[in-house]
T-cell receptor
Framework: GESVGLHLPTLSVQEGDNSIINCAYSNSASDYFIWYKQESGKGPQFIIDIRSNMDKRQGQRVTVLLNKTVKHLSLQIAATQPGDSAVYFCAENMNRDDKIIFGKGTRLHILP | KAGVTQTPRYLIKTRGQQVTLSCSPISGHRSVSWYQQTPGQGLQFLFEYFSETQRNKGNFPGRFSGRQFSNSRSEMNVSTLELGDSALYLC???????????????FGNGTRLTVT
Protein backbone atom coordinates (compact mmCIF):
# COMPACT_ATOMS: atom_id res chain seq x y z
CA GLY A 1 0.00 0.00 0.00
CA GLU A 2 0.98 3.66 -0.18
CA SER A 3 3.01 5.12 2.62
CA VAL A 4 1.83 8.42 4.00
CA GLY A 5 4.89 8.94 6.16
CA LEU A 6 8.22 7.14 6.31
CA HIS A 7 9.28 8.19 9.80
CA LEU A 8 6.08 8.61 11.75
CA PRO A 9 5.89 7.87 15.45
CA THR A 10 4.37 4.44 15.87
CA LEU A 11 2.09 3.18 18.58
CA SER A 12 1.71 -0.59 18.89
CA VAL A 13 -1.34 -1.82 20.76
CA GLN A 14 -2.65 -5.28 21.50
CA GLU A 15 -5.97 -6.07 19.86
CA GLY A 16 -8.74 -5.50 22.36
CA ASP A 17 -6.79 -3.01 24.45
CA ASN A 18 -7.48 0.73 24.50
CA SER A 19 -5.32 3.04 22.40
CA ILE A 20 -4.34 6.57 23.30
CA ILE A 21 -2.87 8.76 20.58
CA ASN A 22 -1.45 12.09 21.66
CA CYS A 23 -0.98 15.36 19.84
CA ALA A 24 0.61 18.64 20.85
CA TYR A 25 -0.90 21.51 18.90
CA SER A 26 0.91 24.69 18.06
CA ASN A 27 -1.42 27.66 18.32
CA SER A 28 -2.96 28.72 21.63
CA ALA A 29 -5.53 30.71 19.63
CA SER A 30 -6.83 27.60 17.86
CA ASP A 31 -10.53 27.17 18.37
CA TYR A 32 -11.35 23.93 16.61
CA PHE A 33 -9.64 20.54 16.61
CA ILE A 34 -10.18 17.46 14.53
CA TRP A 35 -8.93 13.89 14.38
CA TYR A 36 -8.56 12.11 11.08
CA LYS A 37 -7.72 8.49 10.26
CA GLN A 38 -5.89 7.60 7.07
CA GLU A 39 -5.68 4.03 5.89
CA SER A 40 -3.19 2.92 3.27
CA GLY A 41 -4.23 4.05 -0.20
CA LYS A 42 -7.06 6.23 1.04
CA GLY A 43 -7.68 9.84 1.96
CA PRO A 44 -8.04 11.04 5.56
CA GLN A 45 -11.35 10.05 7.12
CA PHE A 46 -13.01 12.31 9.68
CA ILE A 47 -13.28 10.67 13.12
CA ILE A 48 -14.33 13.31 15.63
CA ASP A 49 -14.01 17.03 16.31
CA ILE A 50 -14.08 19.29 19.36
CA ARG A 51 -14.29 23.01 20.04
CA SER A 52 -12.00 24.89 22.37
CA ASN A 53 -14.83 25.48 24.87
CA MET A 54 -15.07 21.72 25.44
CA ASP A 55 -12.77 19.38 27.38
CA LYS A 56 -14.10 16.08 26.17
CA ARG A 57 -16.26 14.66 23.46
CA GLN A 58 -17.28 11.08 22.88
CA GLY A 59 -18.18 9.23 19.74
CA GLN A 60 -18.58 5.61 18.87
CA ARG A 61 -15.62 3.85 20.54
CA VAL A 62 -13.63 7.08 20.43
CA THR A 63 -13.12 9.92 22.90
CA VAL A 64 -11.23 13.15 22.30
CA LEU A 65 -9.75 15.04 25.23
CA LEU A 66 -8.56 18.63 25.02
CA ASN A 67 -6.22 20.27 27.51
CA LYS A 68 -5.81 23.90 26.50
CA THR A 69 -3.47 24.67 29.38
CA VAL A 70 -0.73 22.53 27.90
CA LYS A 71 -1.99 22.62 24.29
CA HIS A 72 -2.56 18.90 24.20
CA LEU A 73 -5.10 16.80 22.37
CA SER A 74 -5.61 13.07 22.67
CA LEU A 75 -7.69 10.44 20.93
CA GLN A 76 -8.73 7.38 22.86
CA ILE A 77 -9.94 4.32 20.97
CA ALA A 78 -11.69 1.69 23.04
CA ALA A 79 -11.23 -2.03 22.39
CA THR A 80 -8.85 -1.55 19.48
CA GLN A 81 -9.58 -3.68 16.44
CA PRO A 82 -7.47 -4.67 13.41
CA GLY A 83 -9.48 -2.19 11.32
CA ASP A 84 -8.15 0.63 13.48
CA SER A 85 -4.71 0.15 11.99
CA ALA A 86 -3.95 3.44 10.21
CA VAL A 87 -2.18 6.77 10.50
CA TYR A 88 -3.97 9.22 12.77
CA PHE A 89 -3.70 12.98 12.31
CA CYS A 90 -4.74 15.74 14.62
CA ALA A 91 -5.60 19.08 13.04
CA GLU A 92 -6.43 22.57 14.27
CA ASN A 93 -7.66 25.91 13.07
CA MET A 94 -8.40 29.29 14.58
CA ASN A 95 -11.70 30.00 12.91
CA ARG A 96 -13.83 29.11 9.93
CA ASP A 97 -11.94 31.52 7.70
CA ASP A 98 -8.59 29.98 8.51
CA LYS A 99 -6.98 26.96 6.93
CA ILE A 100 -6.64 23.73 8.86
CA ILE A 101 -3.15 22.83 10.03
CA PHE A 102 -2.41 19.13 10.21
CA GLY A 103 0.03 17.44 12.54
CA LYS A 104 2.60 14.95 11.27
CA GLY A 105 0.57 11.88 12.23
CA THR A 106 0.97 8.76 14.36
CA ARG A 107 0.90 5.27 12.95
CA LEU A 108 -1.23 2.87 14.99
CA HIS A 109 -0.15 -0.76 14.69
CA ILE A 110 -2.41 -3.49 16.07
CA LEU A 111 -0.76 -6.57 17.52
CA PRO A 112 -2.67 -9.85 17.21
CA LYS B 1 -24.56 9.73 -0.57
CA ALA B 2 -21.42 9.46 -2.68
CA GLY B 3 -18.20 10.74 -1.19
CA VAL B 4 -15.62 13.08 -2.66
CA THR B 5 -14.47 11.77 -6.02
CA GLN B 6 -11.05 12.52 -7.45
CA THR B 7 -9.81 11.67 -10.91
CA PRO B 8 -7.52 10.34 -12.10
CA ARG B 9 -6.31 8.06 -9.33
CA TYR B 10 -2.75 7.92 -10.65
CA LEU B 11 -0.74 10.12 -12.99
CA ILE B 12 2.79 9.97 -14.30
CA LYS B 13 4.20 13.09 -15.90
CA THR B 14 7.61 14.34 -16.91
CA ARG B 15 9.32 17.51 -15.76
CA GLY B 16 8.12 20.63 -17.52
CA GLN B 17 4.69 19.26 -18.34
CA GLN B 18 1.48 20.48 -16.82
CA VAL B 19 -1.29 18.50 -15.17
CA THR B 20 -4.95 19.00 -14.29
CA LEU B 21 -6.61 17.13 -11.45
CA SER B 22 -10.34 16.93 -10.94
CA CYS B 23 -12.54 16.80 -7.85
CA SER B 24 -16.27 16.29 -7.41
CA PRO B 25 -17.43 17.21 -3.90
CA ILE B 26 -20.11 15.52 -1.88
CA SER B 27 -23.52 16.50 -3.21
CA GLY B 28 -24.62 19.75 -1.56
CA HIS B 29 -21.14 20.73 -0.44
CA ARG B 30 -20.10 24.11 -1.77
CA SER B 31 -16.57 24.40 -0.44
CA VAL B 32 -13.64 22.53 -1.94
CA SER B 33 -10.12 22.54 -0.54
CA TRP B 34 -6.96 21.04 -1.95
CA TYR B 35 -4.04 19.59 0.00
CA GLN B 36 -0.67 18.18 -0.96
CA GLN B 37 0.59 15.21 1.02
CA THR B 38 4.23 14.10 0.99
CA PRO B 39 6.20 11.90 3.42
CA GLY B 40 8.50 14.77 4.31
CA GLN B 41 6.05 17.67 4.67
CA GLY B 42 2.85 15.88 5.58
CA LEU B 43 -0.47 17.48 4.64
CA GLN B 44 -0.10 21.01 3.35
CA PHE B 45 -2.93 23.33 2.38
CA LEU B 46 -2.99 24.53 -1.22
CA PHE B 47 -6.21 26.52 -1.57
CA GLU B 48 -9.94 26.62 -0.89
CA TYR B 49 -12.77 27.54 -3.22
CA PHE B 50 -16.31 28.51 -2.31
CA SER B 51 -18.96 29.67 -4.77
CA GLU B 52 -16.38 29.72 -7.57
CA THR B 53 -14.12 32.12 -5.61
CA GLN B 54 -10.79 31.38 -4.00
CA ARG B 55 -11.20 32.06 -0.28
CA ASN B 56 -7.85 31.05 1.03
CA LYS B 57 -4.45 30.16 -0.34
CA GLY B 58 -1.46 28.32 1.09
CA ASN B 59 2.22 28.98 0.55
CA PHE B 60 2.72 27.39 -2.83
CA PRO B 61 4.19 28.96 -5.98
CA GLY B 62 2.00 30.39 -8.68
CA ARG B 63 2.50 27.22 -10.74
CA PHE B 64 -0.27 25.76 -8.59
CA SER B 65 -3.69 27.08 -9.47
CA GLY B 66 -7.26 26.01 -9.20
CA ARG B 67 -10.80 26.85 -10.05
CA GLN B 68 -14.31 25.91 -9.11
CA PHE B 69 -17.29 25.56 -11.38
CA SER B 70 -20.90 26.53 -10.77
CA ASN B 71 -21.74 22.92 -9.86
CA SER B 72 -19.04 23.06 -7.14
CA ARG B 73 -16.74 20.69 -8.98
CA SER B 74 -13.14 21.82 -8.84
CA GLU B 75 -9.93 21.40 -10.76
CA MET B 76 -6.37 22.15 -9.82
CA ASN B 77 -3.58 22.71 -12.28
CA VAL B 78 0.15 22.45 -11.85
CA SER B 79 2.26 23.93 -14.63
CA THR B 80 5.93 23.37 -15.40
CA LEU B 81 6.11 20.29 -13.23
CA GLU B 82 9.14 19.70 -11.02
CA LEU B 83 10.35 16.46 -9.44
CA GLY B 84 9.38 17.84 -6.05
CA ASP B 85 5.74 18.07 -7.11
CA SER B 86 5.45 14.30 -6.81
CA ALA B 87 2.87 13.80 -4.10
CA LEU B 88 -0.62 12.67 -3.21
CA TYR B 89 -3.04 15.50 -3.99
CA LEU B 90 -6.13 15.43 -1.85
CA CYS B 91 -9.39 17.22 -2.36
CA UNK B 92 -11.81 17.82 0.49
CA UNK B 93 -15.28 19.29 0.61
CA UNK B 94 -17.46 20.82 3.30
CA UNK B 95 -20.97 22.16 3.48
CA UNK B 96 -20.13 25.78 4.10
CA UNK B 97 -17.16 28.02 3.54
CA UNK B 98 -14.18 26.96 5.58
CA UNK B 99 -14.63 24.28 8.18
CA UNK B 100 -15.81 24.21 11.72
CA UNK B 101 -17.50 22.25 14.45
CA UNK B 102 -19.96 19.75 13.02
CA UNK B 103 -18.99 20.85 9.52
CA UNK B 104 -15.71 19.04 8.97
CA UNK B 105 -13.73 18.48 5.82
CA UNK B 106 -14.45 15.23 3.99
CA PHE B 107 -11.59 13.98 1.87
CA GLY B 108 -11.38 12.03 -1.35
CA ASN B 109 -8.82 9.26 -1.87
CA GLY B 110 -6.50 11.52 -3.78
CA THR B 111 -4.58 11.59 -7.02
CA ARG B 112 -1.08 10.15 -6.84
CA LEU B 113 1.14 12.29 -9.09
CA THR B 114 4.59 11.07 -10.02
CA VAL B 115 6.91 13.42 -11.87
CA THR B 116 9.88 11.81 -13.63
Amino acid sequence: GESVGLHLPTLSVQEGDNSIINCAYSNSASDYFIWYKQESGKGPQFIIDIRSNMDKRQGQRVTVLLNKTVKHLSLQIAATQPGDSAVYFCAENMNRDDKIIFGKGTRLHILP
Amino acid sequence: KAGVTQTPRYLIKTRGQQVTLSCSPISGHRSVSWYQQTPGQGLQFLFEYFSETQRNKGNFPGRFSGRQFSNSRSEMNVSTLELGDSALYLCASSLAAGTGYNSPLHFGNGTRLTVT
